[in-house]
């Protein structure tokens, strides 16, 4: 099964009850995959529907089979793979603190507007760049900060949404 | 439909009755006082429909009571336990049934709201247990949702590929009074399988079928589970093709066990002539089946040359283990009455040249016999055991339930059913202890029918306590122990892959099986020698009661044919030749 792995993105629709929730991710480790990320919020408040976004490693075989499985669960009505190759749109946020002086400190500053960083947050010592983009910008982001002092990041981990016209 | 105020309690039976449940099988603790309250509150009250509530001794006797119940009659089957231990015991069963796509509800008393998260006395998160054991659980907060999640629960126990459902009722929830819903006004927020399946796919699939030369008919539980009609539908289709038919052990009894065109079960202990159909076949036809590791061996060299439809009412079922090239999802009888319809309207007809051919091909593999066995004259074996008690109770509607093992293949192997639901096997989990209680929960169904559980002597004194259950309750179910004091599918699997080290495999220390069933108040029968045998099996059946049928048999017997692990369908070890059987290392990793 160590064929193209590559990563997924499975956007799931669930009724939002009680362990739902449990139930998504208890399924995808009882049957052997992986999660490099998960989101979760409810995204209708009427119909108390959430949308579960994962990243999954698995080539695109096991990735159906993921889905026809999450399909079986009850309160899933839906789930579909809407990976960036396949015409999704991938987008995170991210949260990074920066500890440095000097130099270091207007290179990461100047570094940030290059991405559209906002700071949020400063003291002499510090700054907290929040970054929104895909995955791969804010992985460049990081890796970039690295030398400049980066101390602690957080990120939501991917949400996704089809291109065009195309609704799940 | 007037709303009517009801305690927890009271709701949980009137939704039982609204649901046609006439009997549950249970056992009381201090979670679930309250509905044993309703109750008895019921059977002394003369309005009520009578709820009959058979008492077990482990609530692992009550999830599989419940399940032969369901097996065999296509109910939905009902239990009723106690937080914490009683819920986990019960686990087993709704595995088991999960596995099996067997429809159960599981009502579980839990400790008062206010105590859940503070490790209470018998507390459990018995939602997070059984959570990937059931197909779904609901865990009750509000009084005012019991009566909505218990008619879903039923919906969805019953409803698409059938399975075990759980609700967990605090015992407070149980006492508060709140308003209870009709089910007619339930409807299921998301949860809605599909049963037709398009006609075009399925006029892809009738194309395939007009011209196969060497086709084959795959059959499982899911053409049981389907119904009557989809039982009467699959003869009709297979009639009217003439094709040859095999079935999984858990489909046995779809298609008559004696009929000529039943080429007999296929898999690692099926017959040569049904795996070399499948293994050599040029259309597969799976109908209600789900490519189990059982079936298809290795996987790489499974049926190599043919093109394969799957009829299945479970997508994640498609593809899982083995490509298929028309995939049709939908429920088996409305999938067979619509495949029979367009067969007819657009006249499509068989190869009956290439047909007839491929018949020659398999009767020559039938000519191997693979299930013959040589009985001699000084121990019984196993095999005429068996084939014995077929030939003494196949002139009445005989119920078998089984343990798990090799008596277990053996029955599969030598009886024969004419009938759906007569035949109820543990397959997919593979229970020892899974048969006796089962057979308690047939006779329940079918009080004046004769209910036989095959068992070792080791499964069966997996759940033995049950028969305290079967005497209080007058259920005369016959236990017919295949008794070779050793747990026999261990002990073969140690002969082949472990060389011959029985590394705790003997059960020393057995009970005196007839005192056993004395002591219950049961009849006990030793037989051990093979001309005893027949008048001992008569002895059996006439007796009007539980009866435990202690055959010793043969001790070195194993099942043939057998695929080792690991191989392909055209490596079947027959048993009879010195052949020798290489496992690689590989195989050896295998279940």
């Given at each position: 099964m160590e064929d193209n792995l590559t990563k997924n993105t499975v956007s799931v629709l669930v009724d939002?009850?009680?362990?739902v929730l449990a139930r998504v991710i208890g399924l995808i480790s009882g049957r052997g995959y992986n999660i490099d990320s998960l989101t979760v919020a409810e995204v209708d408040a009427e119909k108390h529907i959430s949308r579960i976004t994962i990243v999954t490693p698995g080539s695109e075989e096991t990735v159906n089979k993921l889905i026809s499985q999450l399909e079986?669960?009850?309160?899933?009505?839906r789930a579909a793979n809407v990976t960036f190759e396949k015409k999704g749109i991938e987008r995170e946020m991210a949260l990074v603190k920066i500890l440095s002086t000097g130099e270091k400190r207007v290179e990461s500053m100047r570094l940030s507007e290059v991405f559209r960083a906002k700071i949020i947050d400063t003291t002499h010592d510090s700054f907290v760049f929040e970054l929104n983009g895909s995955p791969h910008k804010i992985d460049a982001f990081i890796n970039l900060m690295k030398p400049l002092g980066l101390s602690e990041v957080s990120r939501t981990g991917v949400v996704a949404i089809a291109r065009g016209t195309e609704k799940m | 439909m007037v709303n009517i105020q009801l305690s927890g309690a009271e709701m949980v039976l009137k939704a039982f009755e609204d649901h046609g449940v006439d009997t549950i099988f249970g056992y009381p603790g201090g979670a679930v006082l309250p509905i044993y309250d309703e109750l008895a509150k019921r059977s002394a009250s003369k309005d009520n429909k009578p709820m009959r509530h058979f008492l077990v001794r482990h609530e692992q006797g009550a999830s599989h009571a419940a399940e032969g119940y369901a097996r065999s009659s296509g109910k939905v089957g009902v239990l009723l336990v106690t937080s914490g231990p009683g819920v986990t015991n019960a686990v087993t069963g709704l595995t088991d049934a999960l596995m099996d796509s067997i429809p159960l509800v599981c009502i579980s008393g839990q400790v008062p709201s206010h105590l859940?998260?503070?490790?209470?006395?018998?507390?459990?998160d018995t939602v997070g247990i059984t959570r990937p054991c059931t197909k779904h659980n609901w865990l009750v907060k509000d009084i005012n949702d019991l009566s909505r999640i218990l008619h879903e629960a039923f919906y969805v126990a019953s409803n698409g590929r059938p399975g075990p459902v759980l609700v967990d009722i605090p015992k407070d929830i149980q006492f508060q009074t709140g308003t209870y819903i009709g089910p007619e006004t339930v409807k299921h927020k998301s949860y809605r399988p599909k049963l037709k399946a398009s006609i075009d796919t399925i006029d892809e699939a009738l194309q395939l079928i007009s011209s196969a030369e060497k086709p084959v008919f795959y059959t499982g539980g899911g053409v049981i589970n389907s119904g009557n009609a989809a039982v009467q539908l699959l003869r009709e289709f297979v009639r009217l093709t003439g094709f040859p038919i095999t079935s999984t052990l858990q489909g046995l009894g779809a298609f008559p066990?004696?009929?000529?065109q039943f080429i007999g079960m296929l898999g690692m202990h099926g017959t040569y002539e049904a795996n070399m159909t499948m293994n050599q076949c040029d259309l597969m036809i799976n109908?209600?089946?789900?490519?189990?590791d059982r079936i298809t061996g290795k996987v790489e060299e499974f049926s190599p040359n043919s093109k394969k439809i799957h009829i299945d009412i479970?997508?994640?079922?498609?593809?899982?283990?083995v490509n298929v090239d028309v995939p049709i999802i939908g429920d088996v009888a409305h999938v067979l009455e619509d495949a029979i319809k367009l067969w007819k309207t657009k006249v499509y007809k068989t190869n009956k040249a290439e047909i007839k051919n491929w018949w020659s091909t398999i009767d020559q593999w039938r000519?191997?016999?693979?299930?013959k066995f040589d009985q001699g004259k000084k121990t019984i074996k196993p095999q005429y055991a068996i084939q014995r008690l077929y030939e003494l109770t196949k002139d009445q509607d005989t119920f078998v339930t089984t343990e798990v093992g090799q008596h277990q293949m053996w029955a599969a192997q030598h009886y024969k059913f004419?009938?759906?639901?007569?035949w109820i096997t543990s397959g997919?989990?593979?229970?020892?202890?899974?048969g006796f209680p089962a057979a308690l929960g047939v006779q329940v169904a079918y009080p004046e029918k004769l209910v036989i559980d095959i068992a070792g002597e080791a499964s069966i004194?997996?759940?033995?306590?049950e028969m305290s259950t079967a005497i209080q309750h007058k259920l005369p179910v016959k236990i017919f122990i295949i008794n070779n004091q050793y747990m026999g599918m261990v002990r073969q699997w140690q002969e082949l892959l472990?060389?011959?080290?029985?590394?705790?495999s003997y059960t020393d220390s057995l009970p005196d099986f007839v005192k056993l069933a004395e002591a219950y108040g049961a009849k006990g029968i030793r037989v051990e020698d093979p001309k005893d045998l027949d008048k001992s099996i008569k002895e059996m059946i006439d007796y009007d009661g539980p009866v435990i049928f202690d055959c010793v048999v043969d001790q070195n017997e194993n099942v043939f044919p057998m695929i080792p692990s690991?191989?392909?369908?055209?490596?079947?070890?027959?048993?009879?030749?010195t052949e020798k059987s290489e496992i690689s290392d590989e195989g050896k990793v295998l279940v």
């Open positions: 939002n009850e009680p362990g079986k669960l009850v309160p899933v009505s | 859940i998260g503070t490790d209470a006395f018998q507390e459990c066990g004696d009929d000529n109908i209600g089946a789900r490519f189990d479970d997508p994640s079922s498609i593809n899982k283990t000519k191997k016999d693979s299930l004419s009938k759906p639901n007569r997919g989990l593979g229970t020892m202890g899974f004194l997996m759940c033995i306590q472990h060389d011959k080290r029985y590394s705790h690991g191989k392909s369908h055209s490596d079947m070890l027959l048993g009879d030749e």
